[in-house]
């Protein structure tokens, strides 16, 4: 079956691992471009993204993985790693970098200071029945961009203040979720993740 690394320079590695593990995936921690050579397909863990970002640049990480993103590596980001997949992101820290590749602009920690964490029922296109949606600083899509053909909604908040909020989406081989699906139980998020990566191969 296939490999899929998950980055594991910051966050929540070990849950991710147990998910992808739990939908037939091999998973193996990338921390070295060596380890990214040898995946098929990458995840992006909830954490902190500019923690992210900086130890990706010292790790001399943030190049290969824009390349391989770029030459159509198959990827899924929670939470932080939705940040990192996104084009542009709004409330970034100075100089704050992503790896981008979704044409999107995501707002970091939007939920505001009141409902800083909070859990949901997501309805979410290609699952059947509900997500248990957990959110914990959770960035949302601000907005699709213009110009971005090819970026599918699948998941909007349906219920209190952030009603509408857009929080899954995929466009092509990525794949990005505000919530996180690996503290759940629940592998159909990274079951569907794991045939993008199969099918991509
Ligand atoms: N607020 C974090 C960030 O901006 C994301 C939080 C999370 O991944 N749980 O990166």
């Known amino acids: 079956d296939v490999t899929i690394g998950v980055l594991a320079l910051q966050g929540d590695v070990r849950e991710h691992a147990a998910s992808l593990a739990a939908v037939g995936a091999r998973a193996v921690p990338v921390r070295r471009a060596a380890e990214l050579d040898a995946v098929d397909g990458l995840v992006i863990p909830g954490g902190e993204s500019t923690a992210m970002w900086k130890l ?3 790790f001399d990480m943030f190049e290969p993985i824009r390349k391989r993103l ?3 590596m198959p990827a899924y980001g929670s939470c932080a790693g939705m ?5 542009h992101v709004l ?10 590749g979704i044409a999107i602009t995501v707002r970091r920690n939007a939920f505001g200071r009141q409902v800083d964490s909070f859990e949901g029922p997501i309805s979410f296109a290609g ?3 509900e997500l248990h949606g957990v959110f914990i600083r959770a960035p949302w899509v601000e907005a699709v961009d213009e110009d971005a053909s090819g970026v599918e909604v699948l998941a ?3 219920g209190g203040p952030a009603t509408g909020r857009i929080v899954a989406v995929r466009q092509g081989s990525l794949l990005a979720t505000s ?9 159909r998020v990274h079951g569907v993740f794991a045939q993008m990566v199969r099918a991509s191969r």
């Open 91 to 100: 409330d970034a820290a100075e100089g704050q970098q992503t790896f981008g």
């Open 156 to 158: 909007r908040v349906s």
């Open 56 to 58: 990706a640049t010292a």
């Open 127 to 129: 699952i059947d029945g």
């Open 83 to 87: 940040i990192m997949l996104a084009d």
């Open 179 to 187: 919530f996180h699906p690996e503290l759940t139980g629940d592998h």
């Open 70 to 72: 770029a030459e159509g």
